[in-house]
C-alpha cells in the first residue's frame, strides 16, 4: 500500500495480481488495483480527469488519459471519501503506474493536480 497527500487529497493506492484472468504461457499479466480518494482538507473538491503513465518491463511506455475515474466525476466535501478497483494489464510480471488526478474546488472550479502514489504490479509467483 502506499499513501501520498496533496493539497489536503490523501490518495492510498494498492494493487493485487489477479493470476485467474491472467495468460502468462502468451504474456498477459493483469493486475487489481484499488484507489480510496479522501478529502482531508477544508474545500469540497470535484475530480475531473486522470492521466496514468504505464511502464512494463517488457513492453512499451503507455499513457491513458480521459474524464473521471470508472466513469464517475465524484465531488468530495471536507472528510469524505471515494473509493474504487480498476484493473491493468501488462505483457510481463513486472511494471509500475504514476499517475496525477485534475480536480477543481467547488463552488468556483480553481483547478489542481493531485499526484497519485506510484502502484507497483509484480507477480508475486515469478519471485520464487
Not at 496514468?52 to 488519459?65: K, Q
Not at 463552488?107 to 508475486?124: C, K, L
Request: aromatic share 10%.
Amino acid at each position: 500500500m502506499s499513501t501520498i497527500i496533496t493539497r489536503g487529497i490523501r490518495i492510498t493506492a494498492t494493487s493485487r495480481f489477479e493470476p485467474a484472468h491472467s495468460d502468462v504461457k502468451v504474456g498477459r499479466y493483469l493486475f487489481s488495483y484499488r484507489i480510496t480518494i479522501r478529502n482531508q482538507g477544508e474545500e469540497t473538491v470535484q475530480l475531473m480527469r486522470r492521466r496514468w503513465l504505464i511502464r512494463d518491463s517488457l513492453g512499451p511506455e503507455r499513457v491513458v488519459e480521459g474524464p473521471g475515474v470508472v466513469g464517475e466525476t465524484p465531488s468530495l466535501a471536507p472528510g469524505e471519501e471515494f473509493s474504487y478497483t480498476s484493473a491493468c494489464d501488462l505483457r510481463s510480471g513486472w511494471g509500475r503506474m504514476d499517475g496525477s488526478y485534475a480536480m477543481v474546488t467547488l463552488p468556483g472550479g480553481q483547478p489542481f493536480e493531485v499526484i497519485v502514489p506510484t502502484i507497483a504490479f509484480h507477480d508475486p509467483y515469478a519471485l520464487n
